[in-house]
């Protein structure tokens, strides 16, 4: 678990919002050359990794994305105004300071709006909404800031880095989804070493933040037998939530998910859920099943293309999902990578 967690904590410390995935590519394919026949990069920008077998064809896929912000305006003091990149709770940006990934360069970034010192009582108790924030480069007007890079467009992402916590658990940025890239490079290690008939497409997605996008185009292209999408999902065992919410825990191992989005996203097919739950139990593989209401993941695009692909998600319970302080455990991805790895070594008895 030792070698996961740091590639996790490579990928967590990188930078890459929707859009602009190409330094997490770039990681992607230098972790996962030696364990794959070819590696291209289509239109789209989506990395496929191709392990070549003479069995059904299976598209793993871990979306690269993280949310982010994007340069919407510089004012005439210097001050970068945002719009977000993906799916924010407005609060969880105020005060956070940013990496503004500029064509000269990176720049450190405050996230500041008016202080409560002069606001009025009422707009105290309002959370501060994105539209009132802004970034502070520590420029002196807009023609240094555009002289320092700063252009309508530049990508920002959140300074953040991994850090331990106790019990085996770890926090970080962009655990959604570093963790599932973490955990699909480390079930082609695995696979690597095993006699597995299949041919695996290992994708790395891009642009799921915002619409499940490169999901979509790579698995039409591919047209696999069958899918698995690794991500992460939100547990119900801390404060604020609650059982009947979601049943899931941490440190209780990987998520297959039935139905998330109440059967508005995806609608996992029986046969692959049973595939899945053979692959764990018959390799003791603690494992939680779950029919969500909340979102969905590149399962939803990847199920719909072409006549259908059957496909289902195996995702790692994962704390304050969208936030820079997200928390899993490491023995749940790594039971989610050895759920995945024996799950392919097994796919030709099933499809």
Do not use: C
């Not at 410390?13 to 996962?32: F, L, P, Q, T, Y």
């Not at 399962?299 to 289902?312: C, D, M, V, Y």
């Amino acid at each position: 678990m030792e070698q996961l967690q740091q590639l996790l904590e490579k990928l967590s410390n990188a930078h890459g919002i929707s859009g602009s995935e190409g330094s997490i590519k770039d990681i992607m394919e230098e972790e996962i050359k030696p364990y794959v026949d070819e590696i291209r990069t289509d239109n789209m920008g989506n990395l496929i990794a191709t392990k070549k077998g003479t069995g059904p064809t299976i598209m793993l896929a871990a979306h690269m994305d993280e949310i982010g912000l994007m340069v919407k305006y510089i004012d005439d003091n210097g001050f970068l105004r945002f719009v977000k990149i993906g799916g924010w709770f407005d609060p969880t940006l105020h005060s956070q300071r940013v990496i503004v990934h500029t064509k000269n360069g990176l720049l450190t970034g405050v996230i500041g709006s008016k202080p409560p010192h002069v606001m009025k009582d009422e707009d105290k108790k309002k959370p501060v909404k994105a539209d009132d924030m802004f970034i502070d480069i520590g420029a002196k007007d807009k023609a240094d800031a555009e002289n320092l890079g700063v252009e309508v467009g530049t990508p920002i992402s959140l300074d953040r880095q991994f850090a331990t916590l106790a019990n085996g658990k770890v926090t970080g940025k962009a655990f959604d989804n570093r963790a599932g890239v973490a955990m699909l490079i480390d079930a082609m290690r695995q696979l690597s070493k095993m006699d597995v008939k299949a041919t695996v497409y290992a994708v790395g997605t891009v642009q799921e933040e915002v619409g499940l996008k490169g999901a979509r185009t790579s698995a039409f292209g591919l047209n696999p037998d069958v899918a698995i999408a690794t991500d992460v999902t939100i547990p119900g065992d801390h404060p604020g939530i609650e059982k009947k919410d979601s049943a899931l825990e941490i440190g209780k191992g990987p998520v297959i998910t039935i139905v998330d989005g109440a059967g508005r996203g995806l609608m996992a097919s029986p046969l692959v859920i049973k595939w899945l739950r053979d692959a764990a139990e018959s390799n003791n593989i603690p494992h939680q099943m779950d029919v969500g209401d909340g979102g969905t993941t590149d399962a939803t695009s990847i199920h719909l293309t072409r006549e259908g692909i059957p496909s289902s998600v195996i995702s790692v319970p994962t704390r304050y999902i969208h936030s820079p302080v997200e928390v899993i455990n490491i023995s749940d991805l790594q039971a989610s990578a050895d759920l995945i790895a024996k799950a392919v070594e097994i796919a030709d008895k099933y499809f």
